[in-house]
């Protein structure tokens, strides 16, 4: 990780809310969401599932379902454009060309009747111009780039004829096609075994580095989180629950929620005797529908720290150096476990 090369933001999100319109109700999926992206950046967008880290991605990209999900307040500021008031035709000239995205599962992103040359080379006529034979050797120096071995045999193959991580590593190549200056990777490990995960993350923070681009790793892993990014935005039920720098948050966690995903994530370390040191904690219960929001605070059925000032919904308030929690009890020390 290296500290941004430009301390303006490629992006900033100010109070997102996104709804989703169903047969039996209009649900809130997310709520008042702030957060800043600077150049040659990663941001870690972290939580569990259902937290809303997904739908912030499509939101960024204008990519909601048709006709029930919609920007219900908030702008999306990419390079001082708003993105949410961009018609259609702007947003595709953005799309896969300035904003580009990796998607969560390859072998279900990839189409699996075009071979990987047509697929890649694809997004560069479109957004390029190149003519076939061009857009051809450009996606060859691409799968070299992302170490894809026998490049220019692959222009002729099929997702199905390539492993897991190879079907990642060609998302990536798709992504990086057009030089874009941010880039969205939605989980982009899993599924992956664990040492081509360490490949993968290696190559998107190596591309980080070497060309500047900005990145928003969507992840649940904390493992992940510690060794990619350089800010982390901490997500549950549609708010930000926590944002600091990752080494601040590490070393400092002071939401509940936050404290909990830590306290989940497995040690190595063990007794003497050869047992764990102590038990794995868990964060008991699960995130509530959109449909079924509590009052107030949306952690307090979890958490063991609450109590009646928990009945009307904190703010995202800043502690200083950047880092900001919402939460009534942020100044207290965590005496009792999550969910105890």
Not at 43 to 65: Q, Y
Not at 208 to 223: F, P, Q, Y
């Amino acid at each position: 990780m290296s500290p941004p090369v430009n301390s303006a933001p490629i992006l900033s999100v100010e109070n997102l809310s996104v709804s989703l319109s169903l047969p039996h109700g209009t649900m809130q999926v997310l709520r008042n969401l702030s957060f800043t992206v600077n150049h040659g950046e990663t941001l870690a967008l972290v939580g569990e599932s259902g937290c809303g880290k997904s739908i912030t991605a499509l939101a960024l990209l204008r990519l909601l379902p048709r006709r029930i999900g919609r920007i219900a307040a908030g702008r999306i500021l990419f390079d001082g454009t708003d993105l949410a008031t961009l018609d259609e035709p702007a947003m595709r000239q953005i799309r896969g060309n300035r904003i580009a995205m990796i998607f969560q599962e390859p072998m279900t992103s990839l189409n699996p009747v075009l071979t990987i040359g047509r697929q890649i080379g694809e997004v560069l006529r479109l957004h390029q111009g190149l003519t076939r034979h061009e857009a051809d050797e450009k996606t060859i120096r691409l799968l070299e780039r992302v170490r894809i071995p026998d490049a220019r045999r692959r222009l002729g193959q099929y997702p199905h004829q390539l492993s897991g991580g190879m079907r990642q590593r060609v998302m990536i190549a798709m992504a990086l096609a057009c030089s874009p200056q941010l880039l969205i990777a939605d989980e982009p490990t899993t599924a992956l075994d664990v040492t081509i995960q360490a490949q993968i993350l290696a190559l998107l923070d190596e591309i980080r580095a070497e060309t500047g681009t900005a990145v928003i790793m969507i992840t649940h892993d904390l493992g992940v989180v510690a060794e990619v990014a350089d800010r982390v935005v901490v997500l549950y039920a549609g708010r930000a629950a926590e944002q600091a720098t990752a080494a601040e948050l590490f070393a400092n966690p002071r939401h509940p929620y936050t404290r909990g995903l830590m306290e989940s994530v497995p040690h190595m370390a063990l007794h003497r005797s050869g047992q764990p040191v102590a038990r794995l904690q868990e964060i008991k219960g699960t995130v509530p529908s959109p449909f079924d929001m509590p009052p107030g605070c949306a952690f307090a059925p979890r958490c063991s720290l609450a109590d009646d000032a928990c009945a009307a919904v904190p703010a995202l308030q800043d502690s200083g150096g950047g880092h900001a929690v919402a939460c009534w009890h942020a100044a207290e020390p965590l005496l009792l476990k999550v969910g105890a």
